[in-house]
Structures are given as structure tokens and as C-alpha cells.
């Protein structure tokens, strides 16, 4: 990909160290979609202390995401009409080694999103097991949902692409990259778009040392969710104000 090479100047991390430094289970996100042709000038400015995550030799690994939602799209609708509390459903594989994770992903009232991760069966990745769905439940309670909408979720939209990830150096946020992304619905409508990259800054309530050199780049945090502003991409009747922009232009 542009700026694969780029990613050859920084010191590997391992996985176990990253988690340890950063984990950031509880964290604002802020996200950039940009041109992929223009990451080989932002990774090149990066501080030359940034270290990437590299496992078994690689720095860039496959991700496929599965969003579970309600038949009337509770999640989305919940992102299409700004909230301040809302919640994501997902069981994500890594695709290069085969293991897989359920995450429930929460924002409270103050912003801050918290992601509760844990392991689940690869084999069972496309839908939600008894066990898992006592654990959303018990997630989603604590923004709002009644435990019967819980039991209404099912498998809505599938994402893939590949990722690198980030540790800044002064060790404290966390950023990846994603590239070569493309939407699944479940009767096979698709969206892929190889010529945007998303960039993901993971830090506390202060800006990073990657979105202050992303602002003198030029580039803005804009409002962009994978499930959401993907579905809305794929449904146009959708509620899609929150994204007109970026779906007219960068979705086009």
C-alpha cells in the first residue's frame, strides 16, 4: 500500500507490550478519512520514536468485522441522530491468524467510549451465542436498552480491511490505519473503496501528538463510522444528514 514502506522506519512493537502501554479501553476517538495516496506523507512525518505493532514479521494485518443490530436499525439510528448515549455490537477476526473477539462498544454521557472485549469462537463470528448475548445486554443497560431489544439483534453489515497500528512516541495514544475497505451486506450488495485510508487516533481527553500533526497537514476530524456512514453508503433511504458530506464526496 502507499506508505507500507514508510512503516519500515519505525521499531516494532509486540502485542503484549502494546496492550501494556496503551490499551485505552476507555478513550476518545477521533477519526480522519484521507486519501490513501497521501499516507506516505503523513507516516513520513511522524516522530521517528513511534513504534508499530508488528506480529510474526507483519505491520499490517486483515480484519473482518460483523455489526449486529436490531431489525429497525436501533444502533444506527443512534449514530444517524447524534446521542449522547449509544451503543455498537461487533464480533471482529483477524483474518491472518484466525482468532476472534466480541466488542461492545458504549458512549456515555461525558463522550468517552468504552469497549468491552473478549474472546469468542471464530467459527461462531457471524452471530451473536447465548453467552454473548448476556453480556451485551448487561452492556447495553447501562446505556438505556431494554434487555428484550437485545434479544431482536442479528447480523446487519460486514466490513473488512487492513490495519496498521500505531503507538506514539511519548507512549500514551494510539492511532491505526486502515486501508483496502469494503462493505458486505448480508444479500452481497458491497461498497469498496481502495482509494481512501481511515486514520484513528486513540488518546484521552487531550489531542495527540499524531492529531496535531494531522491538523498541520490539513487534514480534520470528520464524523465517519464504519457500520453507520457504510449503510448509509449502501442505503440511500437512510437518515444520512450526519454524512452527507463525506458520503457525496469521499464515499462517492
Keep these: 500500500m502507499p506508505g507500507a514502506d514508510a512503516l519500515a522506519r519505525f521499531e516494532a512493537i509486540g502485542l503484549d507490550d502494546l496492550v501494556a502501554e496503551a490499551s485505552l479501553m476507555t478513550r476518545v476517538d477521533r477519526k480522519y478519512v484521507l486519501p490513501r495516496a497521501e499516507l506516505p506523507a503523513v507516516l513520513g512525518h511522524l516522530n521517528e520514536q513511534t513504534r508499530v505493532l508488528e506480529i510474526d514479521g507483519e505491520r499490517r494485518f486483515g480484519y473482518h468485522s460483523v455489526y449486529f443490530d436490531t431489525p429497525d436499525l436501533l444502533s444506527f439510528r443512534m449514530a444517524a441522530h447524534p446521542r449522547r448515549r449509544r451503543f455498537k455490537v461487533r464480533t471482529r477476526r483477524y483474518t491472518d491468524v484466525g482468532t476472534a473477539f466480541l466488542e461492545i462498544k458504549t458512549r456515555g454521557a461525558r463522550g468517552a467510549t468504552v469497549k468491552e472485549r473478549t474472546e469468542y469462537p471464530s467459527s461462531a463470528a457471524d452471530l451473536l451465542t447465548r453467552g454473548a448475548r448476556t453480556d451485551v445486554a448487561s452492556a447495553l443497560a447501562a446505556v438505556g436498552v431494554e434487555p428484550g431489544r437485545v434479544t431482536e439483534l442479528g447480523p446487519i453489515l460486514a466490513t473488512r480491511y487492513r490495519r496498521a497500528t500505531l503507538l506514539a512516541a511519548d507512549a500514551v495514544a494510539r492511532a491505526t490505519v486502515d486501508t483496502d475497505l469494503e462493505w458486505i451486506e448480508a444479500d452481497g450488495r458491497a461498497l469498496r473503496l481502495p482509494h481512501l485510508a481511515i486514520v484513528e487516533t486513540k488518546s484521552g481527553s487531550a489531542a495527540s501528538d499524531v492529531d496535531r500533526l494531522l491538523w498541520r497537514l490539513g487534514h480534520r476530524p470528520t ?30
Excluded: I, Q
Excluded at 226 to 231: F, H, N, P
Design 223 to 252: 464524523s465517519v463510522s464504519k457500520y453507520a456512514t457504510g449503510l448509509a453508503a449502501l442505503r440511500p433511504e437512510l437518515p444520512r444528514n450526519r454524512w452527507a458530506r463525506l458520503l457525496r464526496d469521499s464515499f462517492a
